[in-house]
């Protein structure tokens, strides 16, 4: 592939793109690994930059913000669109980091392919093989291509065996490379450089050491080591035929022919059964073409699959009722969905949109909706929205689209109720996508407004804030009065509150973020309480006795009235209960929510003048808290279920850690997908920073999830370290 002039479907132009001609391509790759670079160098081969400078100095084609050039990393999504022979390929640089995959799944979920970047200096490491299960659970085809082959330690043919080993699981030729590295002289260290690239379908040999790619004639650098590979390919090739007569007939003696090869090979691609390895490095300047770029443009173009080949998300009415399945067709129904959300100073809130059926159109009025991410502070809504322009972005730039047809992405303003995974639609027949997955924020960060300014500023920035980035959790905990992100990671963290900052002027302080506890009584208990006052004029009576008994986990506040005679007239027995849940609200032991009680109230006086429902709500209050007093109790922690997924190296590590955290691991499975699940039961106070911990632990191969189980008792031990201030 990339070797012989081909035919191509009828061209896009500028203005007018059809399924056919488009190519959305996720690149995917852990940080450092070079997808960036990547992205220049193939912008380069296509002319989309010019080759005597960048298109913004000092700054990427998709690493362009400012918070980008501080971390020195990827920290969203980004689309880069290139024109290349008659094809229009949108490049969407996904960030590598773990911080960032909900930016990464939205990528996959906007792409048809991936190229899989991995460094030939670093090979395969934890974060790769992660980064390979997401692309592996959409079931996204992908290439690899080996990135860093200038590098002292760079090994193509090394890291290629890693490759085959890590990514082709039972069959280990489902990954092999279509080029191999062509070497030039020997420097005086011993190392010879890549200068080229041998394709092994073909036997054609190109040399980009001139700065351009030139043909070798002769096929020179052939040999007994490419004869090996070539033959391994094919045989890789054709074990994915759809022609079950091929292997017959190759091993039998019959002589292949190119072209049935090649299709075999795109047709295999694009199912994703073959993952074909590729190699590139960008030019040493502008001026000069990137190694490889040619061949992985028209592996892209050739090989990968068009919107049209690629199921289309399954699609309801907003109320849940089933609709026919869509196709990949500019003229059909409009179905379109946010994957990114982004906002701009000048013209507010903008959306990136993958269009999977019909075509959108500037000034459009269309549907918005949004469902089912409710638990994450995105409330449920259906509204009609006039859209704005359209664009296609380009680094800083935003160049105008007059229209957005079936597969195709742009940029679209003046959304100011659409938020990422909603869904765009005809106003007249409204659809809703499936949504794709997201990840769990497990990393709570509490924060507090710096000052009454940014208090005031603190609800709309953070609401604007969780609009943008579903990957946040924003909670208001009514028990801890804390104002909660919930996120993926310090960096994750760090972005958030930066964006908080330099976007909507909110600057905020984390402060340390406090699990909510409650407490019951540990014994049966009585109290008496007693409101007497006479200060002039009307006075105040009531007095009241009850008594105290803990109940089981769950039962919440339950009042009884055993009085007899009237001693507490009827009217206000009502009134003590409320004095009695009042005061367990605000707690009567450490100031947490008492639960779990039965309050009976046993006996009492009135006054015929001075007794009220206030003086009564005042003797309930006071009776609990004087049956405190006397009585022992017990403080309540949330204990959640936690599962957490490592490879089998790490197993013994976490499970040791979770003992340590007062955990009860309840057992351990083979995870579906490789490594190892481990279930356990673990108080949430151990857990806040697990996300951190698990990470670190696991070399980054471990993730959990966690959900709420029950509360139970703290261990004294461990209440009275918290209540002296040491927990």
């Known amino acids: 592939m990339g070797d012989k002039t081909s035919t191509h479907p009828r ?19 852990h940080t450092g690994s070079g997808k960036t670079t990547l992205v220049e160098a193939l912008a380069l081969a296509t002319g989309a930059i010019s080759r005597t400078g960048r298109v913004e100095e000092g700054t990427a084609l998709s690493d362009f913000d400012d918070m980008e050039h501080r971390q020195h990393r990827s920290v969203q999504l980004s689309v880069v669109p290139l024109e290349w022979r008659g094809y229009k390929i949108n490049l969407l640089d996904t960030p590598g980091y773990a911080d960032f995959v909900g930016e990464l799944r939205a990528g996959l979920r906007a792409a048809d392919a991936a190229l899989f970047v991995v460094s030939a200096a670093d090979g395969v490491d934890a974060s790769t093989r992660a980064l390979w299960r997401e692309c592996a659970s959409v079931e996204m085809p992908r290439a690899l291509v080996l990135t860093h082959l200038d590098a002292a330690r760079a090994d193509f043919a090394e890291v290629t065996r890693e490759c085959r080993e890590a990514f082709g699981g039972d069959d280990p030729d489902a990954v092999l490379p279509l080029y191999l590295p062509l070497y030039g002289e020997r420097d005086p260290d011993g190392r010879a450089p890549v200068v080229g690239l041998r394709g092994l379908l073909t036997r054609r040999v190109f040399d980009y050491s001139t700065g351009s790619r030139r043909e070798v004639p002769d096929g020179a650098g052939l040999g007994e080591e490419f004869d ?18 091929l292997m017959d007939r190759y091993l039998a003696g019959e002589e292949c022919e190119w072209d049935t090869l090649i299709k075999d090979l795109e047709k295999a691609v694009a199912r994703g059964v073959f993952h074909p390895v590729l190699a590139a490095a960008p030019p040493e300047d502008s001026g000069r073409e990137g190694l490889g770029t040619v061949e992985l443009l028209e592996l892209v173009t050739r090989g990968f699959p068009t919107p049209a080949e690629r199921p289309v998300p399954p699609v309801t009415t907003p109320e849940g009722r089933p609709r026919p399945a869509l196709e990949c067709d500019p003229d059909g129904p409009l179905a379109a969905e946010v994957v990114k959300t982004d906002s701009d100073p000048y013209v507010g809130r903008v959306s990136l949109v993958r269009v999977f059926s019909g075509t959108l ?13 409710a ?34 992405l742009a940029q679209v303003s003046k959304l100011g109720r659409a938020e990422t995974g909603d869904t765009l639609s005809d106003k007249g027949a409204p659809l809703l996508m499936s949504p794709w997955r997201m990840p769990d924020p497990l990393l709570p960060v509490a924060v507090a407004a710096r000052s009454k300014a940014d208090e005031d500023k603190l609800s709309q920035g953070l609401a604007r804030l969780v609009a943008e980035d579903p990957t946040m959790r924003l909670e208001q905990n009514p028990m801890t009065r804390q104002v909660v992100l919930w996120c993926l990671g310090e960096a994750h963290r760090d972005v958030a509150l930066e964006r908080l900052s330099g976007r909507y002027g909110v600057r905020v302080d984390p402060v340390e973020y406090r699990v909510a506890l409650r407490e019951t009584f540990a014994a049966p208990s009585q109290g008496r309480g007693r409101h007497v006052k006479q200060s002039g004029g009307h006075g105040q009576f009531a007095i009241c006795e009850i008594r105290v008994e803990p109940l089981p986990e769950g039962s919440g506040i339950e009042f009884v009235d055993r009085v007899v005679g009237g001693a507490v007239p009827r009217q206000f027995v009502p009134s003590v209960e409320k004095g009695v849940r009042a005061q367990a609200e605000r707690g009567v032991f450490t100031g947490n929510p008492l639960v779990d009680v039965r309050v009976t109230l046993l006996d009492g006086k009135a006054h015929s003048v001075d007794s009220s429902d206030a003086a009564f709500q005042t003797a309930g209050a006071l009776a609990l808290r004087e049956a405190a007093s006397a009585g022992r109790s017990s403080l309540l922690e949330p204990v959640a279920e936690v599962e957490v997924r490592v490879t089998d190296e790490f197993v013994g590590a976490v499970m040791s850690d979770l003992s340590a955290r007062r955990g009860r691991v309840s057992g351990t499975e083979q995870a579906p997908d490789g490594g190892t699940l481990v279930r356990a039961e673990v108080p949430e106070r151990e857990i806040s920073r697990y996300a951190l911990d698990l990470r670190a632990l696991s070399h980054g191969t471990g993730w959990f999830s966690r959900t709420h189980l029950r509360y139970e008792p703290m261990p004294q031990q461990v209440a009275a370290r918290l209540s002296d201030g040491e927990a």
Not at 228 to 245: K, V, Y
Not at 382 to 398: A, K
């Open 11 to 29: 061209a896009g132009s500028a203005t007018s793109w059809n399924p056919a001609s488009l190519r959305n391509v996720a690149l995917v790759g």
């Open 228 to 245: 090996t590979a070539r033959a391994r390919l094919i045989e890789g090739i054709i074990a994915e035929s759809e022609d079950e007569t």
């Open 361 to 373: 159109l500037p000034d459009q009025t269309v549907h918005v909706s949004g469902h089912g991410m």
């Open 375 to 408: 638990d994450r502070g995105h409330e449920d809504h259906d509204v009609d929205e006039r859209i704005g322009g359209l664009g296609s972005p380009f680094g800083r730039q935003l160049r105008p689209l007059p229209r957005a047809v079936a597969g195709d």
